[in-house]
């Protein structure tokens, strides 16, 4: 028997005496038997705390005093009628404690668990409305019963984390939470999403062109006179020139085809940011030279102006109903092919990636007018800037064996996401504004050295202006919300039927519009109840 040298704490308690059992009495053929622990009628069950002690007084002396595990719990016999156990550690043992003649005078199962008065005592004070029930097995904590709201069901797992530092602290100490939350937990979130864009786009280009030929320097040959126009012919006869055509064409020597000597130049500027011009006005002008019938030289301009304006609305209302601390998304848009993989064969392996008018989110019901909302949204679009364009590749192998490997085109996403967490009570409402995105690029192309002349220089630049405006906005509203009975809900569809054929084609009508009971209603006077019972 193991004796304490000091007791630190004592506590006096009362055994609590559990139902006699008689002794089961196990034959096996040699006239012995065997008694099972809490079998005996001097059998009690207690629950020791961890470092602290009982007192347990006897009717008659004890002899003997044994511990299934002293690891455990310990004892100290302070008289042959006084007996003092300590917990040392979590777990289950068993003491018996004998007479002088052998008899069993008390079997006692221990159980040293954490001492949770003082705990139960704290919730008590700090959360009143609370019907909590803390137990202790193992080491483990568990906590059970009925709060009025989330809030209170995580101020008593916080008083329980302060009162073990080790779980503050990530130890090993767990605690089970199975308190039961007496408000409505499920949330319907009611969005919508509005996104404006707004583009502007300018153009002004300006282009010359010029080209002069000569034929100072060109070889010349006999060719016919003209005069005035005409050819110049001699009459023999009467010994004068005449243009009338009778006689001799006159020739002489002249530069053989003229101007075959030629200087031509021009400004082409393009429109960089677009790549191209998209259109509008074009204007064109030019000024021809023709000497003796030939095309000496011209002058040309050309102008292009365009000025276009664009409006973009994109809207989505989504309706999400969700439980309390769980998560659901709703996506309004598409998915596109992205390759994540290719064999030897060149076959390729996709996967798709949405897009599109995205939400997700996970409510938490504090209280009846308490909702803690993390709320995710985006809205994102392919588009060609960014994308990725893949060049096809040829392979040969050591047999020579040729396989070509395609090339792959990769949209890039445009994306616009907002993320936040907020509190809000049921019914209402919160913004997400000024998500508000510009972007301005413009480019001008000029002849350098011409740009600089006064007045004259515009007339040797182009410019090519882009501006976009993007804004989002998110309002978000969360109602409280509960089952309702299936006759009470209606959708779009109830009512509709498709309209004759003889009132589509006279009177341009596609459905029908029923009233209660069958009758005919007017259209203006239609009203279909869409959406969810709310609290």
């Known amino acids: 028997m193991r004796m304490m040298k000091a007791l630190t704490c004592a506590t006096l308690i009362t055994i609590a005496a559990g139902p006699l059992a008689v002794a089961q009495t196990v034959p096996n053929g040699m006239g012995t038997s065997i008694t099972k622990p809490g079998d005996q009628a001097v059998s009690r069950r207690v629950t020791l705390g ?25 004892a100290v016999v302070q008289t042959a009628q006084r007996i003092i156990f300590r917990g040392i550690r979590f777990g289950q043992t068993n003491a018996l404690i004998f007479d002088r003649a052998g008899r069993t005078l008390l079997d006692l199962n221990i159980s040293v668990e954490t001492d949770l008065a003082s705990l139960e005592d704290t919730i008590s004070r700090h959360v009143p409305d609370a019907r909590v029930k803390i137990e202790s097995i193992n080491g483990s904590i568990i906590l059970t019963g009925m709060v009025d709201n989330l809030s209170q069901s995580d101020q008593v797992s916080r008083l329980v984390k302060a009162f073990f530092p080790e779980a503050a602290a990530g130890g090993s100490l767990q605690i089970v939470n199975m308190l039961n939350v007496n408000a409505a937990d499920q949330v319907l979130l009611e969005v919508r999403i509005v996104e404006m864009q707004r583009s502007v786009i300018k153009q002004l280009g300006i282009n010359l062109s010029g ?70 006005v074009s204007l064109k002008t030019g000024y021809t030279n023709y000497n003796n019938g030939r095309l000496q030289s011209s002058v040309g301009a050309a102008i292009d102006a365009m000025e276009r304006i664009g409006i973009v609305r994109t809207l989505a209302e989504p309706n999400i109903v969700a439980m309390s601390g769980e998560s659901a998304k709703f996506l309004a848009g598409g998915e596109f092919p992205v390759p994540v993989g290719q064999n030897q064969n060149g076959q390729i392996t996709v ?5 599109g008018v995205g939400l997700a989110f996970t409510p938490v019901v504090l209280s009846e007018g308490r909702i803690s909302l993390k709320v995710s949204t985006e809205v994102s679009e392919l588009t060609s800037q960014g994308a990725f364009q893949g060049a096809a590749q040829t392979f040969t192998d050591p047999d020579g064996n040729t396989t070509i490997i395609q090339g792959a085109t990769l949209p890039a996403l445009s994306v616009r996401r907002a993320e936040s967490v907020v509190e809000l009570p049921s019914g209402g409402s919160m913004m997400m504004a000024g998500l508000i995105s510009v972007k301005d690029r413009q480019t001008v192309d000029q002849l350098p050295g011409l740009k600089k002349l006064p007045i004259l220089g515009a007339l040797f630049q182009s410019r090519d202006f882009l501006s976009d405006e993007t804004e989002l906005v998110v309002m978000v509203t969360p109602y409280l919300v509960g089952p ?39 259209a203006d006077e239609y009203r279909a109840p869409v959406g969810f019972m709310e609290e």
């Open 351 to 355: 996967e798709f990636k949405p897009y």
């Open 484 to 522: 309702a009975s299936k006759a009470n809900m209606k959708s779009p569809a109830d009512g509709y039927a498709n309209a004759s054929d003889a009132k589509t084609i006279f009177f341009g009508k596609l459905n029908e519009t029923y009233g209660r009971d069958g009758a005919p209603i007017k």
């Open 50 to 74: 961890v470092d602290k002690s009982m007192i347990v007084d006897l009717e008659a002396p004890a002899a003997d005093v044994v511990i299934s595990n002293p690891e455990i719990a310990d």
């Open 211 to 280: 080209s002069t030929s000569f034929g100072e320097l060109a070889s010349q040959s006999l060719q016919q006179v003209f005069q005035g126009g005409l050819p110049l012919f001699f009459d023999p006869d009467t010994g004068q020139y005449n243009t009338t055509g009778q006689g001799n064409a006159v020739e002489m020597l002249q530069p053989d085809s003229p101007f075959t000597n030629s200087f031509s130049g021009s400004a082409s500027n393009g429109f960089n940011v677009q790549g191209q011009a998209l259109g509008g």
